[in-house]
């Protein structure tokens, strides 16, 4: 089967720190890498993606890592905020389906 | 423009009754997509629609059935509700599968006793 494993399950960071989520997938075909962020009580919404032919994509505080030989990406959050407490979901992409990590639960200390 | 709107927010049914999500998208997006999320396991696909007239199985499609209406609407129903299925449903929408971003509805909380 295949899956898409995200670590670690939760993660506490002082404000101004760095969070950072790591995920690694095993099929190779997978070819659209998006995080997603959900709040309590809603729906999750796209936060940053990547595509496999490049190895760093930045907007704002926002950084994903991609390593393809390693099969691994990672989510940097600069800055942390409080605002920033939410799950994150990792997920691979590839034709219709998209398999989703099991999501970090991140809060921001004030 | 009100995205993804899903029907019912809450849903307390007793084991082996039926129901059935309604879900609708105002994006115009061709692809439609029925997740369920547990404590733990993220999100798991159960049904999806590439475009209006087609639906496949997800990763979890045991106990579900669907359908594409028309190009607004995709329904998930449950023909024999089982306390498994407690859960919280997401519908999605998707301009078309592949690299697109999926958006949301707020999501329905479905207890089965």
């Known amino acids: ?110 | 423009n009100a995205g993804v709107t899903q029907t019912p927010k809450f849903q307390v049914l007793k084991t082996g009754q039926s129901m059935t999500l309604q879900c609708a998208q105002d994006m115009n997006h061709n692809s439609m997509y029925w997740y369920r999320q547990d404590p733990g396991m993220g999100l798991r696909l159960i049904y999806y629609s590439a475009s209006e007239g087609t639906t496949d199985k997800g990763e979890v499609p045991n106990g579900y059935n669907v359908s594409r209406l028309n190009k607004r609407e995709f329904s998930l129903r449950l023909e024999s509700a089982a306390p498994s299925q407690t859960s919280v449903y997401f519908c999605a929408s998707s301009a078309t599968p592949g690299y697109n971003e999926q958006f949301f509805g707020p999501g329905t909380r479905l207890t089965v006793l």
């Not at chain 1, 994903?64 to 800055?79: E, G, T, V």
């Open chain 1, 1 to 110: 089967q295949q899956q898409v494993k995200q670590s670690p399950q939760s993660l506490i960071v002082q404000k101004g720190g760095i969070s950072i989520i790591n995920c690694a997938y095993e099929n190779t075909a997978f070819d659209y890498f998006p995080w997603y962020q959900q709040f309590p009580g809603k729906g999750p919404a796209l936060l940053i993606a990547i595509r496999p032919d490049v190895s760093e994509k930045k907007e704002g505080r926002f950084t994903i890592s991609f390593n393809k030989s390693a099969k691994q990406f990672s989510l940097h959050i600069m800055d942390s905020q409080p605002g920033d407490s939410a799950t994150y979901f990792c997920a691979a992409s590839g034709g219709f389906k998209t398999i989703f990590g099991a999501g970090t639960r991140l809060f921001v200390k004030a």
